[in-house]
């Protein structure tokens, strides 16, 4: 079966908004306070290190940001990958694949027929493998009506990018699926080479702290296989799905960020009524969220509760009110300067692109909200940078979504 037939799209002009004139709006520097203090959070009493910007240098370049609208036109976008031609990758929840060339919309064939979308759940995370220019393979993750499972799905594209036909369907399945809610699933390749994949805890409370179930967690698995990848934390499990568990302890974690350079992840996640959480991944760690309560799923407990032995406190916390935090990238090169290795997350609820100024050893030490993407766009889902340097931010307000891409001024 083939996807649906597409409605017309045409090339959108291109709308610039500029920073520099709405400079003044720019919000400040760190987010509202936590509810307790936290020491580990961005913009905390502690200064940035020798040899990083400061928090003035970090706003000022925030300040310079431009944006501007390169297409119009999608339904609820999701992911977004930069193809070695300069195109765009994009899936859409609802259930198409699309591609995206000088402006223009292309659907791309693919069997679509087995998704479950409805909620937040559908077509979600996408990947391409590190050798795509080769074997031309890329991953989706995604809900799937039969089996009533969320799935990863190995494909291959055409070389004309017109088609897709999957190769291994699925490379990894049994993610647990309820309602649709908290079904959020990020694909991305570690340092090693590994696919990373979120799975969402379906908000079922005894899901994030059961190891052997394939919710609440981060996963690591052989891009080929779908096996456990070599070094994960728990390899010696009796359960076989509990080998692939690289972290637990996770409610929605809706964005994954592999800092260039180093071996680096991490994970932009929803908190419920208060912390939104930006966490640096360990092998093995326990990020502390523990819905249980009365047999009921109990979202009154802490994001992280620091009652669990060894739990990971987050590097960053929204506090109240929560923005949604959802894709994440690093900002990586010179065209970028002072932003050069600054964290971006994008927001749905708070509608803004959040920058983050990570030190060394992966703590925040200042956060930015440039103007340029703070209410002008609606619902921001994902930000990933192209290959032509630029970062590329997908919105989700459903109907009429578009791609926007982000360049610094001058």
């Known amino acids: 079966m083939t996807s649906r037939h597409r409605r017309p799209t045409r090339p959108s002009l291109p709308l610039v908004v500029s920073a520099t004139a709405v400079a003044a709006l720019l919000v400040g520097c760190t987010a509202p306070p936590p509810t307790t203090p936290d020491p580990t959070r961005g913009g905390a009493a502690s200064s940035a290190p020798a040899g990083t910007t400061g928090a003035a240098t970090l ?110 369907d699925p490379l990894v399945s049994g993610l647990v699926l309820s309602s649709g809610r908290h079904g959020g699933c990020r694909l991305a390749f570690d340092a090693a080479g590994a696919l990373l994949v979120s799975a969402g805890d379906a908000a079922q409370g005894g899901n994030p702290q059961d190891l052997a179930a394939l919710a609440g967690k981060v996963l690591r698995v052989d891009p080929t296989s779908g096996a456990p990848a070599a070094g994960n934390p728990f390899l010696t499990a009796a359960a076989a799905q509990t080998r692939l568990v690289y972290t637990l302890g996770h409610r929605n974690v809706q964005g994954l960020a592999v800092r260039p350079g180093t071996g680096q992840v991490f994970a932009a996640e929803h908190g419920p009524s208060v912390d939104d959480e930006v966490n640096l991944l360990r092998a093995g760690g326990n990020y502390g969220w523990n819905p249980v309560g009365g047999g009921s799923y109990d979202e009154s407990v802490p994001m992280t509760d620091t009652t669990i032995s060894g739990a990971v406190e987050a590097v960053w916390r929204s506090g109240s009110p929560t923005v949604a935090t959802s894709g994440a990238t690093f900002l990586s090169g010179s065209q970028w300067g002072a932003l050069d290795g600054t964290l971006a997350v994008a927001t749905l609820v708070g509608s803004h692109l959040l920058l983050l100024e990570v030190d060394d050893a992966g703590r925040v030490t200042g956060t930015a909200r440039p103007a340029a993407l703070d209410g002008d766009f609606g619902r921001l889902r994902t930000v990933v940078q192209g290959r032509d340097g630029a970062a590329y931010v997908l919105t989700d307000n459903g109907g009429d979504d578009q791609v926007v891409r982000v360049t610094l001024a001058g």
């Not at 809900?143 to 799935?151: E, L, S, T």
């Open 59 to 168: 706003e000022e370049a925030a300040a310079s940001l431009r944006a501007e609208v390169v297409v119009r036109g999608l339904d609820h976008p999701w992911d977004l990958a930069p193809l070695p031609d300069g195109s765009l990758l994009v899936t859409e929840r609802s259930g198409e694949i699309v591609r995206i060339t000088d402006g223009v919309v292309t659907p791309v064939v693919a069997d679509l027929a087995d998704l479950f979308a409805q909620g937040e759940t559908g077509l979600m995370g996408l990947a391409l493998d590190p050798a795509f220019a080769s074997n031309r393979r890329f991953y989706t993750c995604q809900g799937n009506a039969p089996a009533h499972d969320i799935r990863v799905i190995a494909w291959t594209l055409a070389a004309d990018g017109s088609r897709a036909d999957r190769v291994a």
